[in-house]
């Protein structure tokens, strides 16, 4: 198991901790003066912070005007894309779904987000592509 250590940090919430060590994706320590580990990254003072959460997104929504030739709502309101969903929606398909739904969840992770709390589409029932 390779573990990092970052020092050099200024820890979001923590003024004593300038150190801390990461094991398998996970933080494992905080503090100052933590042992020696197999790679040592120096974060010249940078801040460090808990990751993102996307409270409200809809994975199932994602990027679906886009597949309609456009590049999201014209206007860049709600109530357009609200307005185009209907005739797009008619085409989804479970794979069109999932492919959209992780291009959206992959562009979310790269801009730090580590949570996100999705909210679907499930009418009408019988359908259920979503």
């Not at 150190?19 to 042992?35: C, F, R």
């Not at 409270?55 to 590049?71: K, M």
């Not at 398909?93 to 979310?108: F, N, P, Q, Y």
Request: charged share 25%.
């Amino acid at each position: 198991m390779k573990k990092k250590k970052f020092f050099n940090a200024k820890i979001y919430r923590n003024d004593s901790a300038t150190e801390m060590i990461v094991e398998n994706g996970k933080i494992t320590h905080l503090g100052t003066n933590l042992p020696k580990c197999d790679e040592e990254i120096d974060l010249n003072g940078k801040l460090v912070l808990p990751p993102y959460v996307d409270p409200h997104l809809h994975l199932d929504y994602v990027y679906t005007l886009s597949e309609l030739g456009q590049e999201g709502a014209g206007s860049g309101t709600l109530f357009e894309a609200i307005e185009l969903w209907p005739q797009f929606k008619k085409t989804l398909t479970v794979e069109s779904v999932k492919r959209l739904a992780m291009k959206g969840i992959k562009d979310e992770v790269s801009q730090g987000v580590q949570h996100i709390r999705t909210h679907i589409d499930v009418l009408p029932i019988l359908t259920l592509r979503h």
